[in-house]
């Protein structure tokens, strides 16, 4: 017989030897029609990568001490999934469900010379129409603005950090139960002017960054 099941709890047979297990039988599988169709706690319901691409789009050579936004539109770049990249520099990713959070997860290159100090990286964020707020619980991110690689000479490195949005209290509550587009981008700064540093691409080499979320059910 075919037809439609409307229920609100499906649970064991009271009187079966193990009350508290529904099984599906060998040769038969539950399906459901799109990624939030079986939801529990810490479960990936969402997901969404996206490519900086390679060349002058993406990155920046830089001595300043203040906060810039990373450029993060080169050749090649690309989105997957629930990302979208049409707002410059930013990053689109379609949240698509109540009570849950967002990781972010950062990976891209960078060269520091001389090296004398090191440089900051922080999140950013906001929801369609609304005002930017940083995602870090620290105002100068996870290794304030000096911490993320230097101090040893000319050096080149791999960035990389995840954030959850959980992680700050006022995030936290303001994206819970919120439902559509959220917008980020990342900032970065040098912690002394005497050194240049190029994040993501180089004067001389093609490098890429990526970026990848994962919406995860509370």
């Known amino acids: 017989m075919a037809g439609t099941l409307s229920v609100q709890q499906i649970q064991g047979l009271a009187s079966a030897a193990d009350p508290t297990t529904v099984t599906i039988p060998t040769g038969h599988k539950l399906v459901a029609a799109d990624t939030g169709g079986v939801i529990s706690p810490g479960q990936v319901i969402n997901y969404g990568s996206y490519n900086t691409g390679y060349g002058s789009g993406a990155g920046i050579s830089s001595t300043s001490t203040s906060w810039q936004t990373l450029n ?22 379609n949240k698509k469900y109540n009570n849950s959070q967002l990781l972010v997860s950062t990976n891209f290159p960078t060269y520091n010379t001389p090296g004398g100090s090191g440089h900051g990286v922080r999140l950013q964020y906001y929801k369609t129409g609304g005002s930017a707020t940083i995602v870090d619980i620290t105002d100068a991110g996870p290794a304030e603005g000096w911490g993320w690689h230097g101090y040893g000479g000319s050096t080149s490195a791999m960035n990389n950090f995840t954030w959850n949005t959980y992680d700050k209290s006022a995030v936290r509550s303001d994206l819970v139960n919120y439902t559509g587009d959220v917008h980020f981008y990342v900032e970065v700064r040098n912690w002394a002017s005497s050194d240049t540093i190029t994040y993501i691409q180089h004067t001389s080499y093609n490098k890429y960054g990526t970026f990848q979320f994962a919406e995860i059910a509370q």
């Open 72 to 93: 993060i539109v080169g050749t090649n770049a690309a989105s997957f999934g629930s990302c979208s990249q049409t707002i410059s520099n930013v990053i689109t990713f």
